[in-house]
């Protein structure tokens, strides 16, 4: 089960557990937000808002407030002695998602851990299987070789 927020101007695909930065918000670390801008909530019965869904909120956790790194803006103008150096650092806000939740009642989901550890172990499984039928193979080969040449 996912939701699809809108903040700062931008859109996030976001899910219970999940982590994901935005632009600063004017709120504290450790308080909650609510972020009723939700445009779509996917899951078994997926929503899609026109524009917004109706009485859909994403609750988050504020995790910190950080910086982005430095991006250099450089103005010159060349034969006129004219040349300016700034840098600027973006302020982002990361949050965590606690719950979605349409008209007060909460959507149950799994959380999105469950599911990459599922992918990973199936993933790991597979070379293992194509690696035991590529040594297998040459092996009946040589074998039944050695079979007709008797």
């Keep these: 089960m996912f939701a699809v927020v809108k903040s700062g101007g931008k859109q996030y695909r976001v899910a219970p557990g999940e982590r994901f ?6 709120v504290e670390a450790g308080q909650t937000v609510k972020l009723d801008e939700v ?3 996917g899951g078994e019965k997926p929503v899609i808002g026109a524009p ?5 909120v994403v609750t988050a956790e504020v995790v910190a407030q950080i910086k982005d790194d430095t991006v250099i803006v450089f103005k010159k103008k060349r034969r006129q002695h004219y040349r ?3 840098g600027h650092r973006q302020r982002h806000t990361i949050l965590e998602v606690k719950e979605i939740s349409v008209g007060g009642t909460k ?12 992918k990973e172990t199936a993933a790991k499984k597979a070379p293992a299987k194509k690696a035991a039928e590529k040594t297998a193979a040459p092996k009946a080969k040589k074998a039944a070789a050695k079979s007709d040449k008797e």
């Design 21 to 26: 930065t935005v632009e600063k918000l004017a």
């Design 39 to 41: 445009l779509a909530i």
């Design 84 to 86: 300016r150096k700034n």
């Design 52 to 56: 917004l869904v109706a009485g859909a």
């Design 107 to 118: 959507l149950e989901g799994k959380a999105p851990a469950e599911k990459t550890a599922k």
